[in-house]
């Protein structure tokens, strides 16, 4: 069975925002906090982020780089990549649907 | 203050990502949003590490089972353009037909370690299906290899077997139930996005185009050339489908991406 994001519970939403985040390139954790930040408004604390890197990294849909000044790149995997593209088109999916319903009841 | 907020994590924790995450808090000042999450970070690395083998295992019979699949798809290809095109050329002739029974049988069991293996990858988004494109080939795979074991044990590829079928007939339709099911995981894994959606689209022309053209070499409908035409597309894309697909995976449960490009398409 493939490993899915909401099996990660409440850390289900800052994993996906992290795969996003690496998904245009390797980054490490403070580039990927600064990124998150800056790409959706709100702040990625540091437990939060690492408690996330650690399942995504234990599930193989992330994996660390060799690290450089003591900071460690981590980059999506094939997996991960495929992972996000399903949690992507579910998530529109729904948007899809959600605004679809709220164009008739407000039509 | 930053040693101290690290040293609240477990030892294992700490081997693995101490030296980063105190860089991490050192590239600003600590807020009390910071120093909170940090402080649940650590209890959630004492709770969580207790399942970190378990994690490990479990993405390791991830990758496995992909990789298994692929491979088996490959080999599964290559037993059946092997039989697809013995029989095409062997035209009904005894001299190769042992080799062609020989391939489908290799090629229909391959084929349902390979639904197996790539199945397990997509059963979450299309369950229904992925299970019918089991269920069908493995019911498709129990005629074949009945009515091939029939045929040696009897001798007669004649002989009447079950309902007025010869053994013949018998492996003849498990063979086409197999195809069937390929045909019903092309259209899941199309729809899943999961694995190259061209190795699906070639693998569902070929499984679908299979019984016209089947029928159209035997000269049951329409002009030589038509029957020509389906039958050599049916014969080049099921196989080549199969193993597009079993690349596709072994590229998948293998390689990283450096960026969502890198996904199959």
């Known amino acids: ?107 | 203050m930053i040693e101290q907020l690290v040293r609240l994590y477990p030892a294992r924790w700490r081997a693995r990502y101490g030296d980063e995450f105190a860089v991490v808090l050192e590239e600003r000042p600590l807020g009390p949003f910071d120093v909170a999450d940090v402080l649940l970070g650590a209890l959630d690395a004492h709770l969580h590490l207790r399942g970190l083998g378990a994690a490990s295992e479990h993405r390791k019979g991830f990758t496995m089972s992909l990789r298994i699949g692929g491979y088996a798809a490959i080999v599964a290809g290559l037993f059946w353009l092997v039989a697809l095109v013995g029989n095409a050329i062997n035209n009904g002739g005894e001299s190769g037909s042992a080799v062609i029974a020989i391939s489908v049988v290799f090629a229909t069991v391959t084929t349902l370690i390979a639904l197996v293996g790539l199945g397990a990858f997509q059963a979450r988004r299309h369950p229904l299906l992925i299970w019918a494109a089991f269920a069908v080939p493995a019911f498709g795979a129990v005629l074949g290899l009945v009515g091939f074991a029939a045929m040696i044990i009897l001798g007669d590829s004649d002989a009447e077997l079950v309902g007025g079928m010869s053994a013949w007939g018998l492996s003849t339709l498990g063979v086409l139930t197999t195809v069937f099911g390929s045909a019903l995981f092309a259209i899941a894994t199309w729809l899943a996005r999961s694995l190259s959606r061209g190795g699906a689209a070639l693998l569902g022309i070929g499984a679908l185009l299979m019984a016209p053209a089947l029928a159209g070499a035997t000269g049951a409908f329409g002009p030589p050339v038509i029957s020509f035409v389906l039958l050599a597309l049916a014969i080049i894309a099921f196989p080549v489908g199969w193993m597009a697909l079993g690349v596709s995976a072994l590229r998948v449960g293998r390689g990283p991406a450096v960026s969502m490009g890198g996904a199959p398409a």
Not at chain 1, 33 to 59: C, H, I, K, Q, W
Not at chain 1, 61 to 69: G, N, Q, R, S
Not at chain 1, 85 to 106: I, M, N, P, W
């Open chain 1, 1 to 107: 069975m493939v490993t899915s994001l909401p099996e990660l519970g409440r850390f289900a939403e800052p994993a996906l925002i992290i795969l996003v985040s690496l998904s245009d390139g390797p980054k490490h954790g403070y580039a990927i906090m600064a990124d998150v930040e800056s790409g959706t408004g709100r702040p990625l604390g540091p437990g939060t982020l690492y408690a996330a890197l650690a399942r995504l990294e234990e599930r193989g849909l992330i994996e660390a780089l060799a690290p450089v000044d003591r900071r460690r790149p981590y980059r999506l995997t094939a997996v991960g990549a495929t992972i996000l593209a399903e949690q992507l088109r579910e998530l529109s999916d729904f948007a899809d649907l959600g605004l679809r319903r709220l164009g008739r009841s407000t039509g």
